[in-house]
């Protein structure tokens, strides 16, 4: 197998069409001697001498057996033939050093006079695969197969790994001439062996010529080693401050929070398409799924689950744990050095029975019976909402910290979320509802279109004329129809025409009042509505932002509690009154007043609040 595909029956198979004889010889002075002596007298004779053994039997010298057999030293052996006339001397030629390399297979061995070169040269002919630039189509690729087939009848190897060239950033060849040359040792100064090695194999295709510079390397260090070190560091910090350490009985999956659970349902996929990936030789596939991965772990699962971790649940604990040591093994074959260091400090340090290093660990093996497909989509479709949900805030203005009454969400979306996932919906968007669009009656607009690929395979030429007839409908009532019965009417010159929910594509759309996304098809709407109590909620997570950036300025752990005084205004006042066991709660208050303070943390002039903490 080649990959890419492309190279078997294109480049490297136009040579093969279009191969003419392959001259060996080559008049250099180092080199594999040619092992030809031909005969002085009559220059049609030749006698090609298999080893260094059949040379001293022939000049019926046996020290030869053990000679140099390069030059000058071959040079100087001669040997006569019984009944024939002159002597035969080597001709002057040596092997291009191709041949050499194609014979590597077996060559490396001794094979076949070195004793247990046999066996050794069995075990591992033929090699999985080899891997080499494209410029090494007619070179190694070519010998590689050539020398093994003439000899044993098939190829040295059973896959090729086939490598675009390495550009500099601007794209063009490194060269002396174009002053792009990258050094790659001062480059792994700067960014690290392990960002230069993924980026090589991991980062985008090997296949393809690559540009390679300080902006990309960076881009590999920002996107997939400090957002994983970063998550690693997390769960330290958390399992310090709550000494918490991998003993005893984990908590059983099934019993964990739904995070948990799709984290747990997350990584055993992920362990089944990285090495599925590798199998087939994709590295740029497997650095894809695990930055991918990373991403969803530190942007979502750490993200949404703060409070938890503050709060020591060992089920997020144990979750996570769990998690970076399944990733940290996986990324361990490219990634070496950085993994190995999370193996000392984070699983090595907690587990003294466990492997002593990441690189004589053993390679994960996903439990299926853990991966839950049901939940992984439903996250999915969370996810999607949320970030729809983000995109209509951004549009609005609407800070995130103020609370809103609620969210609209297509009615198929909603379905497919459990109670645990709207909450998480609701409290990363914070909105106290999250709703359907049917629930808001009058307050949608439908407008209704044709699927033209789904139309098309049952209309075939008529499908403009339905998708037609599908836009004039009553969309509302299509709407209706399709979502409580799964078929609807439209009509086409007095034809009734029956039509699926595949058929047609329906658009929700929330009237004046509220913000509204639609991207792909899928639509959101957010309640622009403040009332006053809304507006107190959004000033008391306002007080919460300073205080935790208070609380960071002062050098406090983070599991450190605090006495909290507050002064403010009288608006503001009533919305921490209000919110006091909510304030508290979030920056780990045992108490927390109103007045006068004397020793100033923090103050937000554009609230009107001023801030004293002091370490319970």
Same mark, same amino acid.
């Given at each position: ?166 550009? &500099? ?12 040359? %990258?050094?790659?040792?001062? %480059? ?27 902006? @990309? ?121 950085? @993994? ?20 004589? *660990? ?54 497919? %979320? ?29 407008? *209704? ?151 100033? &943390? *923090? ?14």
């Amino acid at each position: 197998t080649w990959y890419p595909e492309s190279i078997k029956w294109g480049r490297y198979g136009d040579w093969l069409r279009n191969n003419i004889d392959w001259a060996l010889s080559r008049t250099r002075y180092w080199g594999t001697p040619l092992p030809i002596w031909r005969n002085d007298e009559d220059p049609s004779r030749l006698r090609c001498v298999g080893s260094r053994a059949e040379l001293a039997r022939l000049a019926g010298r046996p020290e030869l057996a053990d000679m140099d057999p390069h030059r000058p030293f071959v040079d100087d052996v001669t040997f006569a033939l019984p009944g024939e006339p002159g002597t035969y001397r080597r001709v002057p030629e040596v092997i291009d050093a191709w041949f050499d390399s194609g014979s590597m297979s077996f060559a490396q061995w001794g094979y076949p006079w070195v004793p247990g070169s046999k066996e050794r040269f069995e075990e591992h002919f033929p090699a999985d695969f080899i891997c080499e630039a494209i410029d090494q189509t007619r070179g190694w690729f070519y010998t590689m197969m050539t020398v093994p087939t003439l000899v044993f009848g098939r190829s040295s190897y059973k896959n090729v790994l086939c490598l675009g060239h390495i550009l &500099a950033e601007d794209g063009r060849k490194m060269s002396k001439h174009f002053n792009n040359i %990258l050094l790659p040792v001062p %480059l792994m100064d700067r960014h690290g062996a392990d960002a230069v090695r993924w980026f090589m194999a991991a980062a985008g295709s090997p296949w393809s010529a690559r540009r390679v510079g300080d902006t @990309t390397l960076q881009e590999v260090v920002r996107k997939v080693m400090l957002t994983y070190w970063n998550t690693v560091a997390f769960q330290s910090l958390y399992a310090r401050a709550n000494g918490w350490a991998p003993v005893g009985r984990a908590p059983e999956p099934a019993g964990r929070h739904v995070l948990d659970r799709w984290l747990t349902s997350a990584t055993n996929k992920l362990v089944v398409d990285a090495t599925a990936a590798l199998e087939d030789f994709d590295s740029q596939r497997y650095g894809t799924l695990i930055q991918a991965f990373i991403d969803e772990l530190s942007n979502w699962y750490v993200r949404r689950s703060r409070r938890r971790f503050w709060a020591g649940e060992a089920g997020a604990l144990v979750t996570l744990h769990e998690t970076l040591d399944v990733v940290t093994r996986l990324m361990a074959p490219i990634m070496p050095f950085v @993994t190995e260091r999370v193996w000392q400090d984070l699983f090595a340090a907690t587990d003294p029975t466990g492997p002593e290093s990441v690189h004589l *660990a053993t390679w994960p093996v996903a439990d299926e019976s853990l991966i839950d497909a049901g939940l992984m989509g439903a996250m999915a479709t969370a996810r999607r909402i949320v970030e729809l949900g983000r995109a209509a805030r951004a549009e609005s203005r609407m800070k995130v910290r103020q609370v809103l009454k609620r969210m609209l969400v297509p009615t198929a979306a909603l379905a497919e %979320l459990t109670a645990e996932l709207v909450a998480e919906v609701r409290a990363e968007l914070n909105v106290r509802e999250v709703a359907s669009f049917t629930s808001a009656g009058d307050l949608v607009d439908h407008s *209704a279109k044709g699927n033209f690929r789904a139309l098309g395979k049952r209309f075939g030429k008529r499908t403009p004329h339905v998708a037609a007839a599908i836009a004039a409908a009553d969309a509302a009532r299509l709407a209706k129809d399709l979502r409580e019965l799964g078929r609807s009417l439209v009509h086409l010159d007095d034809e009734p025409i029956e039509v699926t929910a595949d058929d047609v594509l329906l658009t929700e759309r929330p009237r004046e009042g509220w913000s509204v996304v639609n991207e792909q098809g899928e639509t959101v709407a957010l309640d622009l509505e403040l009332t006053p109590e809304l507006v107190r909620a959004g000033q008391a997570r306002e007080v919460i932002r300073v205080v935790q950036e208070a609380r960071k300025t002062s050098g406090l752990d983070v599991s450190d509690r605090i006495r909290l005084r507050l002064e403010a205004g009288a608006e503001l006042s009533e919305a921490i009154a209000e919110h006091a066991d909510l304030i508290a709660d979030e920056v780990l208050a045992v108490e927390l007043e109103q007045g006068e303070v004397e020793t100033l &943390a *923090a103050q937000e002039p554009e609230l009107g609040l001023k801030v004293q903490i002091t370490r319970a």
